[in-house]
C-alpha cells in the first residue's frame, strides 16, 4: 500500500527551492546510509535552523531497507521537533538520489519519498527526455518534485560512474525542461563524484601549502544557463570539497587516501549565491565518519564498543554539516522563513 510523505511529515522541494533562490544561498543535499548519519544531520540543521534534504542513492536503500528509511525519515522529522526548543522540526525532504529507471522512482514516491531525481544523463538526449517525463507524471499527481539531468559528470560514487565528464549544453535546456515539466535540473559545469575528482594532472600546485589545487567551475556555462532558464532551480552535484584536514587525519593512522581533491568551497559559495539552490554533498560525510573511526581505532586499540568509536565518528560529521550549513551554503538561520 503506497504511504504519502505527507503522512510521514516531510516536505517537497518547491517552495524551499524559491526560498534559496530569492535569499541566495543553498539548500544542503547530504547523503546518509545509517543512523548515526541521520543524527548528525538532523542535530546540525535544526540547531542551525536550515531547511535539509535527505538523500538517499538506489545503493543506499538497498543497504538501509525501504521500509527501515521510511520510518528513519519519519523520526528524523519527529527528533527535528523534539530539538527545536518549540519550533516545530525544520522543513525535510527525502529525495531519491540519481534514480535510473522508472521503477525505482515509482517505488520511492510509493514508500514515503517527497523528491526524486532521475538521472537520463547517459542516455541520448530523447531517450532522457522521455524517461524524465513518464516520471514527473507519475510523481506529480502524488505531489512530488522531481529532478532531471543533462550533462555528464565523471567520477565515481555509489552505482554512479563515469569516466569523464560532459558539460550541460545551455542551448539544450528550455526544451528538456519544457519537454519533462521537471521541478529543477541537474548540471555538469565540472564538479565530480567521489573523493577523487580530479587526476594530479588537472591540477595545479599551491606554491605555499604544497596542495593540489583543481581547475575553476565553468561559471560561464551556469551564467548561460541562467540565461536561457531565467529563475529555475539549478542543482549541483559532486560538490564534497573534500576536507584536507579530514584526509590527513585518515591518512595518519593508517589510511591510503593519496591526492583526493574536491570542490573549493569558495567556489560553492559563489554558486549558492546564483540560481543553484541545492548542493549536494555525499564525500565530505564519509571523510568525516572514516577519520574519526580510524582515530579511535589507533589511539584505543582494545575499544570494541561500536557506540565508542561511531559516536565520536558522528560528531565530526555534526561539525562537517555545521561549518557546510553556516559558511558554505549559507542556509543557516533560515529554516522557518515565511
Not at 135 to 141: I, K, L, N, R, T
Not at 243 to 260: C, F, T
Not at 292 to 315: I, Q, S, W
Request: proline share 6%; aromatic share 8%.
Amino acid at each position: 500500500m503506497a504511504v504519502s510523505y505527507k503522512d510521514l511529515g516531510l516536505v517537497n522541494s518547491r517552495e524551499m527551492f524559491k526560498k534559496a533562490m530569492a535569499g541566495h544561498y543553498a539548500i544542503p543535499a547530504f547523503n546518509f546510509n545509517n543512523m548515526e548519519q541521520l543524527q548528525a544531520i538532523i542535530q546540525a540543521c535544526t540547531e542551525n535552523e536550515s531547511p535539509v534534504i535527505l538523500q538517499v542513492s538506489k545503493g543506499a536503500r538497498q543497504y538501509a531497507n525501504q521500509t527501515l528509511l521510511r520510518y528513519m525519515a519519519q523520526g528524523a522529522v519527529e527528533y527535528s521537533r523534539e530539538i527545536s526548543n518549540g519550533k516545530g522540526p525544520i522543513p525535510i525532504v527525502l529525495h531519491l538520489d540519481h534514480g535510473d529507471s522508472f521503477e525505482l522512482c515509482k517505488s520511492c514516491i510509493d514508500f514515503g519519498f517527497s523528491s526524486v531525481m532521475i538521472d537520463g544523463s547517459a542516455l541520448p538526449y530523447d531517450e532522457n527526455v522521455a524517461l524524465t517525463k513518464k516520471v514527473v507524471e507519475y510523481a506529480h499527481p502524488r505531489d512530488v518534485t522531481v529532478e532531471g539531468e543533462l550533462g555528464v559528470l565523471a567520477g565515481v560514487e555509489d552505482e554512479v560512474s563515469a569516466a569523464e565528464s560532459h558539460y550541460t549544453k545551455p542551448e539544450q535546456v528550455v526544451d528538456f525542461v519544457t519537454k519533462t515539466g521537471v521541478d529543477s535540473l541537474a548540471i555538469s559545469i565540472g564538479t565530480s563524484h567521489g573523493a577523487y575528482k580530479f587526476t594530479p594532472e588537472q591540477c595545479t600546485v599551491d606554491p605555499k601549502t604544497g596542495r593540489l589545487v583543481p581547475p575553476p567551475l565553468a561559471f560561464d556555462i551556469l551564467k548561460a544557463i541562467e540565461k536561457e532558464l531565467p529563475g529555475f532551480p539549478i542543482v549541483l552535484h559532486g560538490a564534497s570539497s573534500v576536507p584536507q584536514e579530514e584526509v590527513d587525519i585518515i591518512n595518519k593512522y593508517g589510511g591510503a587516501l593519496k591526492a583526493a581533491v574536491g570542490i573549493p568551497e569558495e567556489q560553492l559559495r559563489e554558486a549558492a549565491k546564483s540560481a543553484v539552490c541545492k548542493i549536494n554533498i555525499d564525500s565530505d560525510s564519509r571523510l568525516a565518519m572514516t577519520a574519526g573511526v580510524r582515530k579511535v581505532f589507533a589511539e584505543k586499540p582494545a575499544e570494541f564498543d561500536p557506540r565508542k568509536y561511531l559516536g565520536p565518528a558522528r560528531d565530526r560529521m555534526k561539525a562537517m554539516y555545521t561549518h557546510k550549513v553556516i559558511n558554505v551554503l549559507g542556509s543557516a538561520g533560515h529554516a522557518y522563513d515565511k
